[in-house]
């Protein structure tokens, strides 16, 4: 699953808005410190056995993978673009998709050789692999961990047999815990359990029973989502045609707030709107992202988000690789990667996707953490004028004290619904405070 909610997937797919700054040339804190020399690493790869019903991720359906090809072009574009951020640290690293787990482990192997002799990483580095219940073997959840990689996140998505068809899941229940048992003994206190509510004709009795039939066997990492209907999708056209039908939204509500305080009672921290973990068990890539920090995007598809000093510019880049992976690969071949578009990111670029992405997490955002982008507009000059904001506060749904700016328990799961005004107060704020157009 991609690491972002529904509005953060807006703002990195929107171009730059704005070209305006509260200085020139545009050098955000963080860009001119020793964390501009670190990032993330994701890695896509495009490829699965089948579309599931709900999915309209950039992936591709095909039984006849290149497996030399794409080896030799996901280690190409890593070199090329570890050159041009000039990044000296790889701190995570992640292989997303599509279904990662049908590459081979070989060449996730020759892609952790590549960073390793190019950038420093540590002993203890997390490389985290999704995985389908039915592309991984036990030999092969070995080999993967032979080839590097510490943290196994398996696509389980359902526990009744029906709801798995309807999905477009290829898996039955019997063979996702299988799976999750088997990852568990190779990977313990390091195996994710990804999990879809709100389910077409689910009811909130059958989803707890069946959260907590998952928490027997997955002790460490849960990751939520709740099912979105997606134009072009076939689950999308089933519902259309009334051939199945959704859960009332107040009943999708009280499924999420039942796995809260299911998931708190079983000794689960929820860390972000999506995710819960026990001590040690946190998934730091995607803390990476809800953060802020630069990451390099691999693959057909991949986003990206760096300073490319090699190119000699001081600016943060977001970057969009090609889609499809016959002209990525066709690209990476004569120019070294396969990125389709750069735009610059201005501060207040910078400042919107902070503001979305450390809102979902339960910490929210510090004012340390705030000032390492933007030393000159804090978070009280962003919020203090909305008298919309100060709604929100009183309400107790968001929280802005000498700590930093964060949701409440119950504003984590309004977040979608109360990120606009946030962001259109941000806008106004960071223009009144005196940017002036480049």
Known sequence: ????????????????????????PIRPALETSRASHRAAL????????????YCNFNKYITLNVDH?????????????????????????????????????PATIASILETVARASHIRHDIEVSLEANPTSVSTPKLAEFKQAGVTRISLGVQALRN????????????????????????????????????????????????????????????????????????????????????MPEQEVVAKMYHAARNILEKAGFRQYEVSNFAKIGAVSHHNLGYWQGMQYLG???????????????????EARIQTLEPDNWLREVRQFGHGTRK??????????????????????????????????????EE???????????????LLILDDRGFRCSWHGLALLDSLLPTLLHQLQHSYRKSGSRCL
Request: hydrophobic fraction near 35%; charge should be neutral; glycine fraction near 6%.
């Open 298 to 316: 691999v693959g057909p598809g991949a986003h990206g988000r760096f300073v490319p000093w090699g190119d000699g510019k001081t600016q943060r």
């Open 342 to 379: 750069r735009v610059p990111q201005t501060e207040l670029d910078i400042l919107e996707e902070l503001l979305v992405l450390g809102l979902r997490m339960n910490e929210g955002l510090t004012h340390q953490h705030w000032q390492q982008f933007s030393p000159f507009f804090t978070l």
């Open 382 to 396: 962003a919020m203090r004028d909305s008298a919309d904001v100060q709604q929100y506060l009183q309400e107790k």
């Open 42 to 53: 994701y890695i896509h790869w495009p490829f699965c056995k089948k579309r599931c019903t």
């Open 1 to 24: 699953m991609w690491p972002f909610g529904r509005t953060a997937l807006y703002l990195l797919s929107a171009p730059a808005r704005h070209r305006c700054s509260l200085r020139s």
């Open 162 to 245: 029906d709801d798995l068809k309807i999905l477009g899941r290829d898996h039955t229940v019997r063979e996702a815990l299988w799976s999750l048992e088997e990852a568990r003994k190779l990977f313990p206190g390091c195996t994710s359990v990804d999990i879809i509510f709100g389910r077409p004709g689910q009811s909130l009795e059958s989803w707890v029973e069946e959260l907590e039939e998952i928490l027997t066997l997955c002790d460490h990492h849960v990751s939520l989502y709740q099912l979105t209907l997606e134009r072009g999708t076939a689950l999308f056209k089933q519902v259309q045609e009334k051939i199945l039908s």
């Open 68 to 104: 030399s090809a794409m080896r030799d072009s996901l280690v190409q574009e890593t070199q090329t673009l570890l050159r041009d951020s000039q990044v000296k640290e790889i701190t995570s690293v992640f292989f997303g998709g599509g279904t990662p787990s049908l590459a081979k």
